[in-house]
């Protein structure tokens, strides 16, 4: 099992920046890669971004590239998601996620998720 804890949600305001930080501890040698998903209410998690357990590789969905960016510090078995001008649409429930995905942006290749932490972003 790999347990997944984030951190750093938050209220902020349009345009504001928050960085989310997810720390993995258990049988991390398990997963190969660690990814950011979002949802909205009502909706299904949507893939936000990923990075592989080497920093090697990283994806983003259209909707945040240029905006945000996932980094990994091994030494903590964590992961950050760096989000700048942030926009309403980027209100939503973040969910960390670990696993062995052959892609990282497909949801269902990932077996562990952490809790998640809210994101509101008043305009």
């Known amino acids: 099992q790999v347990q997944l804890v984030e951190s750093g949600g938050g209220l902020v305001q349009a345009g504001d920046s928050l960085r989310l930080s997810c720390t993995a501890s258990?049988?991390?040698?398990?997963?190969?890669?660690m990814a950011w998903f979002r949802q909205y209410s009502g909706k299904e998690r949507e893939f936000v971004s990923g990075?592989?357990?080497?920093?090697?590789?990283?994806d983003y969905s259209d909707s945040v590239k240029g905006r945000f960016t996932i980094t990994r510090d091994n030494a903590k078995n964590t992961v950050y998601l760096q989000m700048n001008s942030l926009k309403s649409d980027d209100t939503a429930v973040y969910y960390c996620?670990?696993?062995?995905?052959?892609?990282?942006?497909?949801?269902?290749?990932?077996?562990?998720w952490g809790q998640g932490t809210q994101v509101t972003v008043s305009s």
């Open positions: 996620a670990a696993g062995r995905p052959l892609r990282l942006g497909v949801r269902t290749s990932y077996e562990f």
């Open positions: 258990g049988r991390t040698f398990s997963v190969s890669a």
């Open positions: 990075i592989t357990w080497t920093g090697r590789i990283t």
